[in-house]
């Protein structure tokens, strides 16, 4: 018996329409520089901007957006809150800051930024293996830690950062699977993640479960991969672990469009080639895999 999801673009859907009288709130998010977005509203001109239940709920030290409210948009990417995704910011001399030392690490790399989306979720962090299965935010959601949508209006590179200290942490993007494909079971990918700890090498992770990455110390991990219009992404972090999205970037590639996917009739190559996920070409015959998600003539299937 097939499993029943409630579908990607349904929840979607959903969750704008809860969000429908919030169209004319200012962005969360600024460009601060081509193509780089960031926060850079002060604790005071949130609490000015946005409805008083919003800052009451991220504490009054920023704002939690709600599930759908558009964060940023314009002729190349929109990107939304998957959740309920609370946004802090630099607080008045005196009051404890959020997130610790995150903000001075921030404000070392990154003077002009005063905040960041607080980012976590369901997934344990620190093991991430590649094979996690997710069909809809229902699957990766938690209370109070963010998951900002992604929705690239041409085909481009997107990535993201985050601060974690010292501490051992996984970030990645995630291509939530279409309709057709969760009918077939078939759930989405990481399009790039990383376990990692910057500590400057302070971390013995010779006996970790997973490779990670031991960076500079206090420095940001980056994660970043290809994107395709029409699709939706996921900026996860794992575990409730309040990890600091400081930054998201996208590069365009072209001036491809929605318009220009949805009409063209160019037929898919059929090559009959298989590869993994990650590009790796594995072969041509389904029963000489292993278990896994792989991708033939343009379409994902499974092996279970």
Same mark, same amino acid.
């Given at each position: 018996?097939?499993?029943?999801?409630?579908?990607?673009?349904?929840?979607?859907?959903?969750?704008?329409?809860?969000?429908?009288?919030?169209?004319?709130?200012?962005?969360?998010?600024?460009?601060?520089?081509?193509?780089?977005?960031?926060?850079?509203?002060?604790?005071?001109?949130?609490?000015?901007?946005?409805?008083?239940?919003?800052?009451?709920?991220?504490?009054?030290?920023?704002?939690?957006?709600?599930?759908?409210?558009?964060?940023?948009?314009?002729?190349?990417?929109?990107? !939304?809150?998957?959740?309920?995704?609370?946004?802090?910011?630099?607080?008045?001399?005196?009051?404890?800051?959020?997130?610790?030392?995150?903000?001075?690490?921030?404000?070392?790399?990154?003077?002009?930024?005063?905040?960041?989306?607080?980012?976590?979720?369901?997934?344990?962090?620190?093991?991430?293996?590649?094979?996690?299965?997710?069909?809809?935010?229902?699957?990766?959601?938690?209370?109070?830690?963010?998951?900002?949508?992604?929705?690239?209006?041409?085909?481009?590179?997107?990535?993201?950062?985050?601060?974690?200290?010292?501490?051992?942490?996984?970030?990645?993007?995630?291509?939530?699977?279409?309709?057709?494909?969760?009918?077939?079971?078939?759930?989405?990918?990481?399009?790039?993640?990383?376990? +990692?700890?910057?500590?400057?090498?302070?971390?013995?992770?010779?006996?970790?479960?997973?490779?990670?990455?031991?960076?500079?110390?206090?420095?940001?991990?980056?994660?970043?991969?290809?994107? !395709?219009?029409?699709?939706?992404?996921?900026?996860?972090?794992?575990?409730?672990?309040?990890?600091?999205?400081?930054?998201?970037? +996208?590069?365009?590639?072209?001036? !491809?469009?929605?318009?220009?996917?949805?009409?063209?009739?160019?037929?898919?190559?059929?090559?009959?080639?298989?590869?993994?996920?990650?590009?790796?070409?594995?072969?041509?015959?389904?029963?000489?895999?292993?278990?896994?998600?792989?991708?033939?003539?343009?379409?994902?299937?499974?092996?279970?």
């Amino acid at each position: 018996m097939k499993k029943l999801f409630f579908t990607t673009f349904a929840l979607i859907i959903a969750a704008h329409t809860g969000a429908q009288e919030t169209d004319n709130i200012p962005y969360i998010l600024t460009e601060v520089e081509d193509n780089v977005y960031a926060v850079t509203m002060t604790d005071e001109e949130i609490a000015t901007t946005y409805p008083k239940e919003w800052v009451d709920n991220a504490w009054e030290l920023g704002v939690k957006i709600p599930v759908g409210t558009v964060m940023f948009e314009n002729d190349e990417i929109l990107i !939304t809150a998957g959740c309920g995704t609370p946004v802090y910011v630099e607080q008045p001399e005196g009051v404890n800051q959020p997130g610790g030392n995150r903000l001075s690490d921030i404000h070392e790399h990154f003077p002009n930024y005063t905040g960041y989306v607080n980012g976590g979720s369901s997934i344990p962090e620190k093991h991430w293996t590649g094979n996690e299965e997710l069909y809809t935010i229902v699957d990766a959601v938690t209370d109070n830690h963010g998951i900002p949508f992604v929705y690239p209006k041409v085909n481009g590179t997107l990535k993201f950062g985050a601060f974690a200290g010292d501490n051992s942490r996984s970030i990645g993007i995630y291509e939530w699977p279409t309709d057709a494909e969760i009918e077939e079971q078939i759930p989405g990918h990481w399009i790039d993640y990383s376990n +990692f700890r910057n500590d400057g090498g302070a971390l013995d992770v010779s006996d970790a479960m997973v490779e990670i990455s031991v960076g500079e110390l206090n420095a940001p991990e980056y994660v970043e991969g290809k994107v !395709t219009v029409g699709r939706v992404y996921a900026l996860i972090a794992g575990g409730k672990r309040n990890v600091n999205i400081h930054q998201i970037t +996208f590069i365009p590639d072209t001036e !491809t469009s929605i318009k220009d996917i949805a009409t063209s009739t160019t037929a898919a190559p059929t090559s009959g080639k298989i590869y993994s996920i990650d590009g790796r070409y594995v072969g041509s015959d389904k029963a000489d895999i292993g278990k896994g998600i792989y991708i033939m003539d343009g379409k994902k299937f499974v092996v279970r």
